[in-house]
């Protein structure tokens, strides 16, 4: 009786490894999503922080949002006591453990041509794309200028 008690033990192992899932998604990797309160047609910034958890770069090849007719990733520069916002266009890439921070004064997306009234409370969605096939959908939240 002995192996068949072992082959038991074997056969209910096996369907236990079976029931953990091996594909677990990775933790989100956006955090501190927000936007600034804009009428409709209007452009507003968009900050937050993108955090790689995975063991190779990431690239963020496209941003966009089903709220706004565009998104671009932009750059705040300070010259002379004068800020001036620049579009960057290379991808965005991130290291292996690594974040991207779009912080106010600084890099940022803009959302430009909003479909709808951005009120503080409501929130909009955004999208980023990586160049390995990945997407995420995410809130913003909007706060107050």
Known sequence: MKP?????????????????RMDREPAAPVHDVWVTAADSGASTPAHLTFVNHDSISVKIVSWSSPDAQSVE??????????????????????LPGDSLLLVPGAQHLMVTGLKHRAAVGDSIT????????????????????
């Open 126 to 145: 955004l999208v980023i794309a990586t160049d390995r096939g990945r997407s995420w959908r995410f809130g913003a939240k909007v706060r107050a200028p």
């Open 73 to 94: 990733w932009h750059m705040t520069m300070n010259s002379g006591g004068t800020s001036t916002m620049m579009p960057l266009t290379s991808p965005a890439e991130v």
């Open 4 to 20: 068949i008690r072992n082959l038991t033990l074997v056969a209910v192992a096996i369907a236990a490894a079976a029931c953990v």
